[in-house]
């Protein structure tokens, strides 16, 4: 996934860049695992400038005018939720989230576990149907409920906010659900959010039989 999304903003010649866990702002991460290669542990000043400037997916980003689906859950442990919607955020084309929320961090489920990938490459190289599209989500100060605004009512059969009023390292924050209402263009939640939530995202799918597919999902909004 990283070094998909560097490549996106480095050669304009792909149709279509899917990134799969992995992307930019790895840097700014939270996770140890992760940041233990940045200063004060390793790299010099100098280093950390080359990396920033040249290496990191961040550099490249605003570049990448392709469509893009970057396929990850809201729990990742290795690539948090806050740097991949920032990666996202970033891209320069037409840029979206697919949230699975118990997609599992490994390569087999990366391949085999999200039928969106398929469906995204199908929609922009052989005209196939697209995934549902999700704007940014808006909370309405009198009744605190989240509005968010989307395409492709056909294509899905549930909506829900996901949010937590966690704080501290993402890969340790409790999610939970807020079931939402879909009207004609945009998304309701049944419930106001509450006042002590740090994060929220708004997501879609669709279940044919227990079968869940379509799964999209509007920009991530940071409270706190």
């Known amino acids: 996934g990283t070094v998909a999304s560097s490549a996106a903003g480095v050669d304009s010649r792909f149709a279509f860049v899917i990134p799969v866990y992995g992307g930019g702002f790895i840097h700014e991460s939270d996770n140890e695992g992760l940041a233990q290669w940045f200063p004060p542990r390793n790299m010099t000043e100098k280093q950390?400038?080359?990396?920033?400037?040249?290496?990191?997916?961040?550099?490249?980003?605003?570049?990448?005018?392709?469509?893009?689906l970057w396929v990850t859950s809201i729990a990742d442990p290795v690539f948090?939720?806050?740097?991949?919607?920032?990666?996202?955020?970033?891209?320069?084309?037409?840029?979206?989230l697919c949230i699975r929320p118990w997609m599992i961090h490994a390569h087999g489920s990366g391949w085999n576990d999200a039928p969106e990938i398929v469906r995204f490459?199908?929609?922009?190289?052989?005209?196939?149907p697209s995934l549902p599209k999700l704007r940014?989500?808006?909370?309405?100060?009198?009744?605190?409920r989240v509005h968010t605004?989307?395409?492709?009512?056909?294509?899905?059969?549930?909506a829900w906010i996901y949010y937590t009023a966690s704080q501290g390292?993402?890969?340790?924050?409790?999610?939970?659900?807020?079931?939402?209402?879909?009207?004609?263009?945009?998304?309701?939640?049944?419930?106001?959010?509450?006042?002590?939530?740090?994060?929220?995202?708004?997501?879609?799918?669709?279940?044919?039989?227990?079968?869940?597919?379509?799964h999209a999902a509007s920009p991530l909004v940071i409270l706190r």
């Open 48 to 68: 950390f400038r080359d990396y920033r400037t040249k290496w990191d997916p961040a550099a490249h980003l605003p570049h990448a005018k392709m469509p893009m």
């Open 80 to 96: 948090q939720i806050d740097v991949f919607a920032k990666s996202a955020k970033t891209a320069a084309g037409d840029s979206r």
């Open 121 to 128: 490459a199908d929609c922009v190289v052989k005209n196939g």
């Open 136 to 144: 940014q989500p808006e909370i309405k100060p009198d009744t605190r």
């Open 149 to 158: 605004p989307y395409e492709g009512r056909d294509k899905i059969t549930e």
């Open 169 to 214: 390292k993402w890969k340790n924050r409790k999610w939970r659900f807020i079931r939402c209402e879909t009207e004609e263009k945009e998304l309701v939640s049944q419930k106001p959010i509450p006042h002590n939530a740090t994060a929220f995202l708004t997501y879609v799918f669709r279940d044919k039989g227990g079968h869940r597919d379509n």
